[in-house]
């Protein structure tokens, strides 16, 4: 193949020692050259193809640290409920959907999130039931921590007033019987009786998530947290040529507890790394805090597996060369994480283990520095934090607030970040995660000086945990990350000069092309000789 060179643009390597070049040559899959047109040029090979990028700007190709890609394509299928304004509103569509779909079949949808209603009450399965009776219908809150369930979808998951609460979930009751509403773990007894799905509609799934990302310039996905079926099919995918965004896959810890697996490296597929879920989330009020909520007094969330299991996964997951990736929300979560890191650290001497938590969003104090100390990555969304500023402040109260989203505090303990997106709970695009981290502030603008500004991010180090943090998270910061002399040629093409505009420039700036292992898989509006 003959060698790509890309000229006059306007790149920011991230590579120290040589921030900005205008021209950069693609040989395979790899960069053979980084720096200034003239010189690119004049050593360029008769046969290379050049491209005059017109001043565009190129940064490395971006990564999002935590993102759900099978679910990512099955939101079209779902019903949409994340713009209803009531509950009145969510069975209305849902209502809508069942006159499309034939009796009987399943109706899911997501994203509802009763926050954005006047009624903020955790809704139940009554309006539901009543009008969308020969349908059974599950509909998932925003955040994925909690789901409600009409009458159909209680009949055929057979849940009797006598059922009780399993371990890490709620089953929500009116008087005696299943009111519909079910929290964290209690929600598989009815996931459990939606059909499977299979092999080849996941890789149909994972495709349509694909074009969606490539399209906002993402040219790598932590997936996370896959179970079997997923996996089956991403290697299908790259056995077929058809993977063409780089993934690098969490285990479900279910399905890591079942299976003897070893880690997995098949073309842009990579797997070596655990996903455990520790605690619910903070809209749900399932997210496991030290002291009380401060809006519900008697509630403090709670821990979704026990320690015992916690320590057993963990430690298997450490001995046989599996990262282990926590998500912990709470600050009780979070400190129990870092305990469980800590002890199996000890345990088993692990050196380059890499440790994640995911989220990591309320923080005790105390806990902050015990990152860097134990060599344990923050893994951020900044979308979340801009979106959920506002109930934070409640859920939370002053005194807690300064532990929110500590993305400052943790750099200045000498702690690393990385960042995503967790889509689709949020939107995938890594610009308004780069806008976040840069402001957190709202789209509009609010608070005007941001949300406890004092922890916000420059663009280098938003940027840094979008390339070359999320490439160290992944152990792959020698090949991706920066874009410098034999690295993998992932780049990201943008119309607009993001380290020279205000951040409110991310939010209308298009990506124009993306490029993952030196081949153009996604171009928008670039020059017609590609
Ligand atoms: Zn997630």
Request: hydrophobic share 40%; net charge negative; glycine share 8%.
């Amino acid at each position: 193949m003959p060698q790509l060179i890309l000229h006059n643009a306007n790149i920011h390597t991230l590579d120290e020692s040589r921030p900005h070049a205008t021209a950069i040559t693609i040989d395979g899959d790899r960069i053979s050259a980084v720096g200034d047109d003239q010189i690119i040029l004049e050593a360029a090979p008769s046969d290379a193809t050049t491209m005059d990028m017109r001043g565009s700007t190129i940064v490395p190709g971006l990564a999002d640290a935590h993102g759900h890609m099978r679910n990512f394509g099955m939101m079209a299928e779902m019903v949409n409920l994340r713009h209803a304004q009531s509950y009145e509103e969510v069975v209305e569509l849902v209502r809508e959907r069942s006159q499309a779909t034939p009796v009987g079949q399943w109706i899911q949808g997501r994203g509802w999130n009763q926050e954005n209603w006047s009624d903020k009450s955790l809704p139940t399965h009554a309006l539901l039931s009543e009008a969308v009776p020969n349908h059974p219908v599950w509909l998932v809150r925003v955040d994925a921590h909690a789901g409600v369930a009409n009458a159909n979808a209680l009949r055929i998951s057979g849940i009797p007033g006598s059922t009780l609460n399993p371990a890490g979930g709620i089953v929500g009751k009116d008087k005696d019987q299943p009111n519909g509403l079910f929290l964290d773990k209690a929600m598989d007894l009815v996931r459990s009786h939606i059909p499977d799905i299979t092999v080849e509609k996941s890789k149909e799934l994972l495709l349509a998530a694909q074009e969606l990302c490539l399209a906002v310039g993402l040219t790598q996905v932590h997936d996370a947290g896959i179970d079997g079926t997923t996996l089956q099919a991403y290697r299908e995918l790259v056995a077929e040529g058809s993977l063409k965004i780089r993934v690098y896959a969490m285990l479900d810890r279910d399905y890591f507890d079942q299976t003897d697996v070893s880690p997995i490296q098949e073309g842009l597929f990579s797997c070596r790394s655990v996903k455990i879920v520790s605690d619910g989330a903070l809209g749900s009020r399932g997210a496991a805090l030290l002291a009380p909520y401060s809006d519900a007094p008697y509630e403090s969330g709670f821990m979704l597996l026990s320690r015992d299991d916690f320590d057993a996964t963990v430690g298997r997951a450490l001995a046989s060369g599996f990262q282990v990736n926590t998500h912990a929300i709470g600050d009780m979560a979070n400190r129990v994480s870092l305990d469980v890191v800590e002890t199996a650290l000890r345990k088993h001497g692990v050196s380059d283990h890499r440790s994640r938590i995911e989220h990591a969003q309320h923080l005790h104090m105390d806990d902050i520095p015990r990152f860097a100390k134990l060599g344990v990555i923050a893994s951020i969304q900044p979308t979340h934090c801009t979106s959920d500023m506002f109930m934070a402040d409640s859920r939370l109260g002053p005194q807690r607030t300064p532990g929110a989203y500590p993305w400052r505090k943790f750099l200045d303990s000498g702690a690393r970040i990385v960042s995503g997106s967790d889509f689709p709970v949020e939107s995938n695009n890594p610009l308004w995660g780069l806008y976040s981290a840069l402001t957190r502030q709202s789209h509009d603008g609010q608070p005007s000086d941001g949300w406890r500004p004092e922890e916000r991010l420059t663009l280098y180090e938003a940027l840094r945990s979008f390339t070359r943090d999320a490439a160290y998270a992944s152990f792959q910061e020698h090949e991706l990350g920066s874009l410098s002399l034999g690295m993998l040629a992932d780049l990201t093409v943008l119309d607009t000069d993001i380290a020279n505009e205000p951040p409110q420039a991310l939010l209308e700036a298009k990506v124009m092309a993306t490029v993952v292992n030196g081949e153009i898989v996604y171009k928008n509006n670039l020059t017609p000789n590609l």
